[in-house]
């Protein structure tokens, strides 16, 4: 499975940006596709993660700014992020877990940065 994420960059703060990630390879229809990011000198977290079903999870600091989406058929996960603030930046990372076998891949990282 290979996953791979676009979309990054720089924006100022409250602008906007749209991560895409596409998976590829053969992949289990139990899975759980997400985003993670990590700032510099600090661990990598969970942002945001939606089922094949629907069912969303957002990290507390960016509901109701970051909205996550995916198409089953294609295997693409979306992260819509608006009103973005400096301390959103940092490199954000394609995750897609099956379920069946907790097996994790990642994608390669994109990074973004929020200027205030």
């Known amino acids: 499975v290979q996953l791979q994420a676009s979309g990054g960059g720089l924006v100022q703060a409250g602008g906007s940006l749209r991560l895409s990630c596409a998976a590829s390879?053969?992949?289990?229809?139990?899975?759980?596709m997400g985003w993670y990011r990590q700032a510099p000198g600090k661990q990598r977290e969970l942002v945001a993660r939606?089922?094949?079903?629907?069912?969303?999870n957002y990290t507390d600091s960016v509901k109701g700014r970051f909205t996550i989406s995916r198409v089953n058929a294609h295997d693409t996960v979306y992260l819509q992020m608006n009103s973005l603030k400096p301390e959103d930046t940092g490199v954000y990372y394609c995750n897609l877990k099956t379920l069946s076998s907790n097996i994790e891949y990642w994608g390669q990282g994109t990074q973004v940065t929020v200027s205030s």
């Open positions: 939606i089922t094949r079903s629907g069912t969303i």
């Open positions: 390879g053969s992949i289990s229809r139990l899975n759980v």
